[in-house]
């Protein structure tokens, strides 16, 4: 190719390139991208987006199909959508990733023709972005890599040993700047755990302080049970109403549990795989309110001697006690028939036809139409199909 020739089409290129940030089809991202390729990776980011293309293909099916289900599961769409957005926005997939923002934001208010609408608009700019990448790597292929305003890796490198460098400064309160630590921890991420989903859940009142049988407790004790509780999801159908009922239960270890494990501890012939009942307190639905995964603000730090580590916290869970649907009173609450026993274990086992199992957790059901709650109450349901989800 002529000298001429190939500097006007690295230019072309050039201008490409420049036109994708500018229509806002990408972000920064793809420039740090850029910056990770090297001589010795010279296709570095073509392949990432080649990549990306393949991830995409099995994730818009996904959906589709999701989509074409009845009732639509708005806990599965948002968790595939949460999934390709991911994707999207290691390449830096700008429009992309905001059309899956707005498709999650309909599956939170449960608005169904929102989601199908956003989709199709997924869709749409997905392709768009694909067909414009695959005409800029084309004719970048055909005459070397462009020449980009990123900054060079080297000077990538030294801020990256400057930042270690700053973390070996006396640190100081944010708005108090008179405080002293007491003690310093280095703080390192968790990546053994980092992709673990953890979630800040928020109730509406303290969740067994009207309980009969765990009111009675010191506050200490009761506190002790509370964080030792776990939380299951639950689809139950109801009569009269084409929605099913989404909830989570809430259940803590049963009243005397927490004694004989301090016991075994105690006489050191603890078993962490020993079974533990836990007890139905209650009923809650929930709203979620999520950040952006790939750029959270709020994280969970453990601290272990000698260091702390850190994880990111981006979704957040707002629990509300169940109560009526609207146009039902109290009286007409169907309750979900309450189990005879819950136990917690670690590890896989065999269950009776008596049991459900769901992530290391026994629910067993007896067969009367009334089942006792803590509280001592016969609770009365309709004998509706019910069965366990994410």
Known sequence: MERNQMHRHRQQIANIRKSLFDQGYLDEQFIQLEELQDNSNPNFVEEVVTLFYRDSARFLSNLDQALEKRPLDFSRLDSLMHQFKGSSTSIGAKKVKTECTHFRNYCNTRNAEGCKRTFQ?????????????????????????????????????????????ACKSHPVHATN????????????????RWNDQFVVATFDGAPTADSESYSKMDKSVRDAHESQAIMKSFVASTSGSANPDKFLAYMVPSVGELVILMIAVIQDVYDENEDISYTWVREYHWDVRGEDADDPTNYLVAFDEPKARYMPLPTKLILRKKRAREG???????????????????????????????????????????????????????????????
């Open 328 to 390: 039902k009173t109290r009286d007409e609450v169907e309750h979900f028939p309450v189990p005879v026993s819950v136990t917690s274990y670690v590890g896989s086992r065999g269950m009776d036809s008596n049991s459900r199992h769901h992530g290391g957790t026994d629910i067993e059901y007896g067969h009367q139409k009334g089942m006792q709650d803590d509280d001592g109450d016969m609770d009365q349901f309709s004998g509706a199909e019910y069965d366990m989800s994410d």
């Open 177 to 192: 700047k008179k405080l002293q630590p007491m003690e310093i921890l280095p703080l390192f991420p968790n990546l053994e």
């Open 121 to 165: 608009n997924v869709k749409k700019e997905y392709t768009t972005l694909r067909k414009k990448l695959e005409a800029y790597f084309q004719m970048s292929r055909q005459v070397g890599p462009v020449e980009t305003a990123c900054r060079p890796r080297e000077r990538k490198i030294q801020d990256i040993v400057a930042s270690f460098e």
